[in-house]
């Protein structure tokens, strides 16, 4: 049935994917875990490969279509971290992104296109290559577009996403068209904690699919780079460029009265997720890190190696299944609760919005079992 907050292109968009995946529709799923203990490409390969005959396939999700892969790069600081390059630690690893790539036109994709809010002023191949990547090598896959959506980027204006069912902080987002000029959409992320969100997986990426210039800390400024402090909170953060009062397009009247960022982000990361729906997750839980997003957070302090690969077409499930590898019983537990101890819980309130489901009695396991997969070095 018809979300009657569907655009007539949304329903169109999303039915196109309905034979493996329909957002909003089933309260059961399946998601898939594969083992892999490195990154080279064969190994890689034959993992994604696994993980997506697992699910059923996703030939009738991609063939003759375009399908956009949104990546994290976490604030674009590259180099080495705790020994290892920063692709193994905390963003996407570029063979990870490069053999995803494979994989859709090996099932017969007719365009990928991978993007990114960057917050770097060059053309987004330049960054990649600074992050380690081979450029050339992905273009040459087939098909393949680069975009930095940090602003209007290549299309001539943003695209209106609205939130299904009216949304918590925002009853819409003003997006850059990558977003909505496609037929099916990846979240690619590690397996992370995030000191404000409790995780950070493949719904908590697609915060970071707002456009700096419209919800960044300069915006309204198409040429602004700085991230989204003030979605955070309103409250003490001194933009450089422009003044207070900040009005984001879609913000609702809660977003001007709700403060704490433990208490606005999971609203907003459920909203974006309501506005943009995700219809595949993959999870690169190969080699991580621990107790937090990135390695500017003081309690960051080691490489994991849970070597898994987690992928699924509800992405709240896929999420909670990212939790619990982590070692947590109750990804739907409530605030109070590691990895949930300080913050609300975006997966239980992505769950009560229909997204999908958190609930693990409900979500069908296939390959490596939950009790094998879960890691002992996240806290």
């Not at 915006?219 to 900040?246: C, I, M, S, V, Y």
């Not at 975006?346 to 693990?360: E, K, W």
Request: hydrophobic fraction near 40%; aromatic fraction near 8%; proline fraction near 6%.
């Amino acid at each position: 049935m018809r979300h009657p907050c569907y655009s007539r292109r949304d329903f169109i968009r999303i039915s196109a994917a309905a034979a493996v995946s329909l957002p909003f529709r089933s309260r059961n799923a399946t998601v898939s875990i594969t083992s892999c203990r490195n990154y080279g490409p064969t190994a890689l390969r034959a993992a994604l490969d696994k993980n997506f005959d697992l699910l059923g396939g996703i030939g009738s999700l991609v063939k003759n279509k375009t399908v956009t892969i949104k990546l994290n790069l976490t604030g674009c600081l590259f180099g080495t971290v705790f020994g290892r390059p920063a692709g193994e630690v905390y963003i996407t690893h570029p063979s990870t992104a490069h053999a995803l790539t494979a994989a859709f036109f090996a099932a017969g994709a007719r365009r990928v296109r991978l993007v990114e809010c960057t917050t770097l002023r060059q053309p987004i191949a330049d960054t990649l290559r600074r992050a380690g990547w081979d450029v050339p090598a992905l273009l040459s896959l087939g098909k393949v577009e680069l975009e930095d959506t940090r602003n209007l980027g290549l299309g001539k204006s943003y695209a209106t996403l609205k939130v299904l069912g009216g949304g918590r902080l925002f009853s819409s987002f003003e997006m850059n068209h990558s977003y909505n000029d496609t037929d099916v959409f990846v979240s690619l992320c590690k397996l992370k904690l995030h000191i404000t969100a409790g995780v950070t997986l493949t719904m908590k990426n697609l915060f970071g699919a707002t456009p700096n210039a419209l919800y960044g800390d300069e915006a309204p400024d198409e040429d602004a780079t700085p991230g989204r402090g003030r979605l955070h909170d309103l409250t003490g953060w001194q933009p450089r460029k422009n003044p207070l009062p900040f009005d984001p397009p879609g913000a609702t009247r809660d977003f001007f009265v709700t403060t704490g960022d433990k208490v606005r982000i999971p609203r907003i990361v459920t909203d974006v997720c309501a506005a943009r729906p995700i219809h595949l997750g993959i999870i690169d839980g190969i080699t991580s890190m621990d107790g937090a997003e990135g390695p500017w957070v003081p309690r960051a302090k080691k490489v994991t190696t849970p070597g898994v690969i987690i992928a699924g077409f509800d992405p709240v499930a896929t999420d909670a299944v990212g939790t619990a590898v982590m070692g947590f019983e109750n990804p739907r537990s409530e605030r109070g609760t590691a990895p949930f101890t300080d913050c609300e819980n975006h997966l239980r309130m992505a769950d009560q919005a229909g997204l999908g489901t958190a609930d693990l009695s409900r979500i069908e396991i296939a390959g490596v079992p939950l009790a094998t997969a879960r890691s002992n070095e996240y806290r």
